[in-house]
């Protein structure tokens, strides 16, 4: 889709729904007016609407109890989506600043991807699942300075921290592994149809309960709670964590509210919490809380003195 303006707006669209649900259709509107240029009237919002459902599968539907619309909920396609518009967003940014270099360069300030290596593979990577062929290629570790050649089912490409993954399947086995592009080299696509994974779904919904790549290492989808900082929950509820993140902030400002999170304590979240530093504290589980308290401590260690 081409179309900068109209995905722009139905972007907005989704977030004030997303974010004031229950919104009139005139409410609506109004809102829309405020960010895109041009006019928007009703028969434009249900084109809009019928798009969204048809093209990427989000579902806005009216609901007469409280006289509004609201999203049915799916976090998946909820982050394709707003993935995709902002690709499209700084595609169009960078197809009007490449006509003139000099303007781009300066008044933009990219983040440095200079490091990431990975890049050119994710066209043929794309090429690969949409035509269901297996890919072959070498992965290199790092930490271990070693090769091994694979041949895999390719099925997502997965972005975190900046960087993009392939989600796949290996031949010699049947459960998905992921592979850093930037850790590939020697990639091909095979005339081999790609095998057919029987729980493909199932085992590609456990990213939903996490943060980042690492889905094994908590077995169990857990409740954690935080006691956090109300200004540091204004940052949270503005760029979450997790899609299952709730912020309830307290109404005494010199105290602090409450985060709650549904998922598989990993890693990744690990360092999520412990880079919010003194704003927030681990309530439950006791496990979690005793894990950081842990790390703290070793880190607090590194910092004293003989």
Request: glycine residues 4%.
């Amino acid at each position: 889709m081409a179309n900068y303006k109209l995905l722009k707006r139905l972007e907005r669209i989704i977030y004030f729904i997303k974010t004031k649900p229950g919104i009139s259709k005139s409410d609506l509107i109004n809102q829309l007016l405020e960010y895109i240029d041009g006019d928007v009237s009703e028969r434009t919002i249900e084109r809009d609407f019928t798009i969204l459902k048809t093209d990427f599968g989000l579902d806005i539907i009216y609901d007469r109890t409280i006289r509004g619309y609201l999203l049915e909920d799916d976090p998946e396609r909820l982050g394709t989506f707003f993935k995709f518009a902002e690709l499209s967003s700084l595609a169009e940014l960078y197809e009007a600043g490449l006509k003139d270099y000099k303007t781009f360069q300066k008044w933009v300030i990219p983040d440095d991807s200079a490091a990431f290596k990975g890049l050119y593979n994710m066209k043929k990577v794309l090429k690969g699942i949409t035509l269901q062929r297996k890919l072959t290629f070498t992965k290199v570790n790092y930490y271990q300075n070693t090769r091994k050649e694979y041949v895999v089912t390719p099925l997502r490409l997965k972005e975190y921290l900046n960087r993009w993954y392939l989600i796949a399947v290996p031949d010699e086995i049947d459960d998905i592994r992921t592979f850093g592009l930037d850790r590939i080299e020697n990639l091909e696509i095979l005339p081999n149809k790609a095998k057919k994974i029987e729980n493909e779904k199932q085992q590609l919904k456990q990213f939903l309960d996490i943060i980042g790549l690492n889905y094994s290492e908590t077995k169990d989808v857990q409740t954690v709670v935080l006691e956090a900082d109300n200004k540091q929950i204004k940052y949270l509820r503005s760029l979450p964590l997790h899609h299952s993140q709730i912020c309830v902030e307290n109404e005494d400002e010199h105290k602090w509210g409450t985060v709650t999170y549904e998922l598989k304590p990993n890693f990744e979240f690990e360092t999520q919490i412990l880079k919010l530093g003194a704003m927030v504290e681990v309530i439950e589980p006791i496990w979690f809380r005793e894990k950081l308290s842990g790390e703290i401590e070793k880190m607090n260690g590194l910092y004293k003195g003989d």
